[in-house]
């Protein structure tokens, strides 16, 4: 029993050492806090003591003369495009171009067999004439009295019927004739003599390439500035030769899904150089902003609610809220929020906080 109260005296003894010692160490600790810290403040100059200025790069706000050219995408189209076929079947008994050559309006491109119906065509004539001669006496009939109103009206029913029937012929004729619908370059034939021919069957492209469209889009915010005859510039990825077209087509109303106006320009192609389906940069001249602000797109800092820039005030840096125009490869256009003068810190963006204290180094822009 003795022995138990010994053990736990000894526990508690033990304890009480600890938490003793605990509560030393700890003051030992905030001591050496406090004097480290009035170490700090004497270094700093207390707690009032300023912090080393940031160096940033800087231009001042100068108005300039600026075209506002739009640059985007698009494609270069044919003038016209068709894919040659037959509008019946048949075998082909002749081929009347040659690939990659340039074919008139209406020249024959291919001929299919025509026997059939060419035979169909002479029965019906032979009708059609006998029906004439019918109907030509069945009138010198009727002129006598011999014949009646009714009787007449049949025989020219017939020769009307006979002459109906040779016309549809003559068209189903027309049709085994393939002529080039408008001047252009023809393509690759998919075809040989002696191939029988469908409806389905792709006999060659045939397109139309002087002048060329140039297909493209704009966004919404730039439609109302899109006139008709507007001049374009662009280049292709095959060439570095600056090509030059004109507006001729603009889509009546706005694309919901991607909110962007479609328009059409005209090229000329006299060289065959601009070749369709290539990709096209083209640049729009929209007009000339006189007193622009511009500034460098590094300067601009994306926000949730917007853009912002800063500027250096009174040796400090201090936000502003911006709205932006157009964009180039190395400036924007700010269309509110700046004034002529302000000083806008171009570096240190990811540095940078309200207030903060910063020596601008100007450079020239």
């Not at 506002?68 to 081929?95: F, H, M, P, Q, R």
């Not at 001929?111 to 006496?137: H, M, P, Y």
């Amino acid at each position: 029993m003795k022995k138990r109260y010994i053990i736990y005296a000894v526990l508690a003894i033990g304890l009480a050492y600890l938490v003793y010692y605990r509560i030393n160490a700890n003051k030992k600790l905030e001591g050496k806090g406090g004097a480290s810290a009035g170490a700090g403040k004497g270094k700093t100059g207390g707690k009032g003591g300023a912090s080393a200025p940031l160096v940033v790069d800087g231009i001042i706000v100068k108005p300039v003369s600026f075209d506002n050219d739009l640059e985007v995408t698009g494609a270069i189209d044919a003038n016209e495009s068709v894919v040659l076929k037959s509008e019946v079947s048949g075998l082909v008994t002749g081929i009347y171009f040659k690939e990659g050559t340039t074919v008139s309006k209406g020249s024959v491109l291919v001929k299919v067999n025509d026997r059939d119906i060419q035979a169909q065509l002479q029965d019906a004539l032979t009708k059609q004439k006998l029906s004439g001669t019918n109907e030509n006496r069945a009138k010198q009939l009727l002129a006598k009295g011999a014949i009646s109103q009714e009787e007449y009206d049949t025989a020219l029913a017939d020769l009307k019927s006979l002459q109906a029937q040779a016309q549809l012929i003559r068209a189903q004729l027309a049709k085994t004739t393939i002529r080039a619908p408008f001047t252009g370059r023809v393509g690759l034939r998919s075809i040989s003599a002696g191939t029988y021919l469908t409806p389905a069957t792709v006999i060659a492209n045939l397109v139309s390439t002087n002048p060329v469209k140039i297909t493209f889009s704009v966004p919404e915010k730039y439609a109302g500035q899109i006139k008709l005859n507007s001049e374009i510039t662009f280049t292709t990825d095959g060439s570095s030769k600056e090509n030059k077209g004109k507006v001729y087509a603009i889509e009546p109303g706005i694309n919901a899904a991607t909110r962007t106006l479609q328009i059409r320009a005209l090229a000329p192609n006299a060289d065959n150089l601009l070749l369709p389906g290539s990709f096209a940069k083209i640049k729009l001249a929209l007009n000339t902003l006189q007193n622009a602000i511009l500034i460098p797109n590094e300067a601009v800092i994306p926000v949730l609610k917007g853009k912002i820039v800063y500027i250096q005030k009174g040796g400090k840096a201090q936000e502003v809220k911006v709205e932006a125009g157009t964009r180039t490869d190395e400036n924007i256009v700010i269309t509110s929020g700046l004034k002529v003068g302000d000083t806008v810190l171009t570096t240190g963006s990811m540095a940078l906080k309200k207030d903060a204290p910063v020596k601008v180094h100007l450079v020239k822009q």
